[in-house]
């Protein structure tokens, strides 16, 4: 059965000489495998679209198990990200993360809009490392592991909170701080951005200015609650802070 979908690039392997499967998160199936016969090939009309984070419409024939693309039209290839490394880490994280926490074939139509706004929005130059906190954030659902971010996680409370506890999930207010003697003390402002980051549209998204300290708590805050509790260990993560410790940076700012 043939079928069509606009997808998003977000793995590649290489099969045998000539061939390639790819994974696509679309936006009509969710993610989807597909065997890319003669890929690899430098005349091959598939060989462009199926570049790792190209924004596609794909034609593709599928049964059971594996797919098979037919045809691709490619509608914007990112060029700006996959002429950056910088840039290209930060988006082979979020495609990295995508895959997964994803299940096969889920449709999920916001998902792919959030991952659509992320990649583009660094296309554009936007600011990366703001960019993908708030995907991480917004992620926190899709790995069922969502902390409490609204209130209080131990009185309910809706006072500006004072920490945030890895071990209980969430925000503590000034009465409850204690229940946690290892709870990251945060800023009013910290707070504000990590509610915010899950609550608002990606799509809106203004120019986002933040502090080198505070994107560092953020950052800090996010991955040590992933390392609780999504049992992910990703080696786009590892580059990516290992870039970031030698010094690398984004061109688009130079």
């Given amino acids: 059965m043939f079928h069509?979908?606009?997808?998003?690039?977000?793995?590649?392997?290489?099969?045998?000489?000539?061939?390639?499967?790819?994974?696509?998160f679309t936006r009509e199936y969710g993610k989807i495998a597909l065997m890319a016969r003669g890929a690899k090939r430098p005349k091959s009309r598939l060989t462009a679209v199926t570049q790792l984070f190209t924004y596609g419409m794909m034609m593709f024939q599928k049964n059971a198990?594996?797919?098979?693309?037919?045809?691709?039209?490619i509608i914007q290839s990112f060029r700006e990200v996959r002429n950056d490394l910088f840039r290209a880490s930060y988006v082979s994280y979020v495609t990295?993360?995508?895959?997964?926490?994803?299940?096969?074939?889920?449709?999920?139509?916001?998902?792919?809009?959030?991952?659509?706004?992320?990649?583009?929005?660094m296309n554009e130059g936007m600011d990366p490392d703001v960019l993908t906190r708030i995907f991480e954030v917004k992620m926190f659902t899709v790995a069922g592991i969502k902390p409490e971010l609204d209130q209080c996680v131990s009185c309910g409370s809706t006072d500006v909170p004072v920490g945030f506890s890895i071990k209980e999930a969430g925000f503590l207010c000034k009465r409850c701080i204690e229940k946690d003697p290892h709870a990251y003390k945060i800023t009013a402002q910290v707070a504000k951005l990590l509610r915010l980051f899950y609550h608002f549209d990606l799509q809106?998204?203004?120019?986002?200015?933040?502090?080198?300290?505070?994107?560092a708590t953020l950052?800090?805050?996010?991955?040590?609650?992933?390392?609780?509790y999504s049992g992910l260990h990703l080696k786009s993560r590892r580059f990516l802070d290992q870039l970031e410790s030698m010094g690398f940076h984004d061109q688009s700012t130079d």
């Fill in 219 to 228: 950052k800090t805050i996010i991955h040590q609650y992933y390392d609780e």
């Fill in 204 to 215: 809106r998204l203004g120019t986002i200015s933040l502090k080198p300290e505070t994107k």
């Fill in 96 to 121: 990295d993360l995508t895959n997964k926490l994803t299940e096969d074939e889920k449709r999920n139509p916001y998902l792919f809009e959030l991952l659509y706004q992320t990649i583009h929005y």
């Fill in 4 to 24: 069509k979908a606009e997808g998003i690039v977000i793995r590649t392997v290489d099969y045998g000489e000539s061939n390639k499967i790819v994974t696509v």
């Fill in 65 to 73: 198990g594996l797919g098979t693309l037919t045809q691709g039209e």
